[in-house]
């Protein structure tokens, strides 16, 4: 006889979703996409509408819209009346692109970033040991102090000395200054591949991982094509790609100025591209070439790569591309850096970073 086997039950968490839900997690995604173009994400999302009946009669897009606007995710109260996402929807972007690529954190201590180091910090540990001077009052064990006069000194005559003192230690919080760069020349969005939404993605589960996890660490992001320059968290959903070539070399150097800036023992720079450096900057002309490693380009990168080094700066590079002389200058230089290198598919892209972040967040460089 046949019998059942039973398995628990797991609902599919989009039927406990709303309609508006649902449609919701489409529109995000489309507005990354469009680079925060509420009237390109909305269009779009009414064209998979007629093509996979995404709503019904009961729910249509036009209360979908509605319920947007009244919910606080887009307003068009601005002189020209169009559509613009607000604030709210900024932080609905970066929440759901943590989700997508980190999963579901836990909730747990603000700033809880262990190292192997102990020292001043806020978690006591159960080491102990003797007292040195410019331990604070709080450090000092009471109970193994007041066990330790008593064994020195007896109960009669009782007395405490700065040799009885026992101190507990604390574990040792450390703190990053981390600086993303992301790559927006023009070939992040050639041969029929999207590199720049997944890198978007990255950068705003990144910078909501710190915010949420690591309060104390810094992120800057940075993007460079013919220049570079410094942009907001909150402007990454409106990021876009360029008629640029690749200045390498003014992203390192506008990441190493950042850092100059910060007072924290620990200094990192991720950089996110497609391609070799392909452009310097002199004066107020580029110097230009695609074809192949320009020397003249690529000893100023490799220079910029050892003086990262020097300051103990390291580089992590995080090549989205396959082409095996492309994949060599990155080894030259990580090799001149003494940083990593990743050759990443898009899929995989996140999970290196958080992985490599957290990696280095624990070093004393």
């Known amino acids: 006889m046949v019998g059942h086997r039973f398995t628990k039950f797991v609902p599919d968490p989009d039927q406990e979703k709303s309609d508006f839900e649902k449609l919701l997690d489409v529109f995000l995604q489309l507005l990354v996409i469009t680079a925060g173009d509420v009237s390109e994400a909305l269009s779009w999302l009414n064209n998979l509408d007629r093509q996979y009946g995404m709503t019904g009669d009961g729910y249509g897009m036009g209360d979908f819209i509605e319920d947007l606007k009244s919910k606080g995710y887009i307003t068009d109260e601005n002189p020209e009346g169009k559509f613009e996402i607000t604030a709210k929807s900024e932080q609905k972007i970066r929440t759901s692109a943590l989700e997508e690529i980190f999963g579901k954190l836990k909730k747990g201590k603000r700033g809880d970033h262990k190292t192997r180091f102990g020292g001043l910090g806020d978690e006591p540990t159960t ?9 604070t009052l709080e450090q000092i064990s009471m109970t193994d102090s007041l066990r330790n006069a008593q064994i020195n000194h007896g ?3 009782f ?10 230690e604390n574990e040792y919080k450390t703190q990053t200054s981390t600086v993303l760069m992301i790559d927006i020349s023009h070939s992040m ?21 710190i915010q949420r996890k690591y309060p104390k660490d810094n992120l800057d992001v940075i993007v460079f094509g013919n220049d570079a320059w410094q942009i907001e968290i909150r402007d990454l959903p409106y990021l876009q790609v360029g008629p640029y070539h690749t200045n390498t070399v ?3 150097e506008l990441a190493m100025d950042l850092l100059r800036r910060r007072k924290t023992a620990n200094k990192q720079i991720f950089m996110i591209t497609d391609g070799k450096p392909t452009c310097l900057k002199q004066g107020i002309k580029y110097y230009k070439n ?4 320009d020397s003249k380009i690529l000893n100023k990168t490799l220079t910029l790569a050892r003086q990262c080094r020097k300051l103990k700066i390291p580089v992590t590079t995080f090549m989205i591309a396959s082409d095996p002389y492309l994949q060599e200058f990155v080894r030259e230089f990580t090799k001149v850096n003494n940083g990593n290198a ?11 970073i958080f992985e490599d972040y ?8």
């Not at 405490?160 to 507990?168: Q, S, Y």
């Not at 050639?190 to 705003?204: F, Q």
């Open 290 to 293: 695609s074809f192949g490693l």
């Open 342 to 352: 990743y050759y990443s598919s898009l899929k995989g892209l996140g999970d290196l």
């Open 189 to 209: 969005i050639l041969y029929g591949e999207d590199r720049i939404t997944p890198a978007k993605k990255v950068a705003m589960a990144l910078a909501e991982l």
């Open 159 to 168: 007395m405490m000395t700065e040799g009885d003192l026992e101190v507990r």
């Open 358 to 365: 957290r990696r280095n967040r624990r070093k004393k460089f």
């Open 127 to 135: 080491d102990r040991r003797e007292y040195r001077f410019g331990d």
């Open 250 to 252: 003014a992203g390192l």
């Open 155 to 157: 109960v009669d005559n």
